[in-house]
C-alpha cells in the first residue's frame, strides 16, 4: 500500500488544491492532506475551519483521502503516518526553486521518502491561496477558483470587518 501526505497551510483550500488531491487519489491508495499548524503565521481561517472545509468537500468525493494536522517537521510527521511519498503542486517555474529546495532538504533528513511534483490543470496554475484573499478582501470575484463553501465563508469573513 502506497500512503502519500499532502501537506500545505491550505489558508483556504482551493480549486487547485482539489485538483492535485484528485489526481493523487487516483495515483496512491491513501492520501493524507496535512494542514499545518504554524504559530509564526497568523491564518485567515483556523485549523478548525479548514478542516470542517476539506470534511466537506472531499469526505463525499474520495474514499481514500484523510484530512489531518501536523506541526513541526514534515518528514516526521510523514515517518509517523508511515507515508512513503510527499506530494507537492507545482505551478509555473517561479514554485520551482523553493519546492526543489524543500525536496532535497527533505530528502536530505529522510532519504526513504519520495517528493512526487503534479502539475494541476492549466486553469489553476496561476491560482494561489494569497491571491484569492486578498481578491476577496478586495471586493472581487473569486466564483470558479475555489468551492462554494469557501466562497461564503470569505464573503462572512470579509464582511463582518467591513
Ligand atoms: O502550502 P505551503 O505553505 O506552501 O506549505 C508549506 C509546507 C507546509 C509544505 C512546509 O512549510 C513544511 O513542510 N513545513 C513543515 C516544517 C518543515 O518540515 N520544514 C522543513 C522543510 S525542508
New binding site residues.
Partial sequence: MTRAIY????DPLTFGHVDIIERSARLFDNVVVAI?TNPQKAPLFTVEERIEIMNEILKPRFRNVEVDVFH????DYAKQKRAQVIVRGIRAVTDYEYEFQ?AL??RRLTPDIETVFMMPAENYSYLSSRLVKEIAELGGSVTGLVPETVERRLKQRFKKET
Avoid: E
Avoid at 501537506?7 to 491550505?10: A, E, K, L, Q
Avoid at 513541526?72 to 518528514?75: A, E, M, P, T, Y
Fill in positions: 501537506p500545505g497551510s491550505f499545518l513541526g517537521l514534515l518528514v524543500m532538504m527533505n
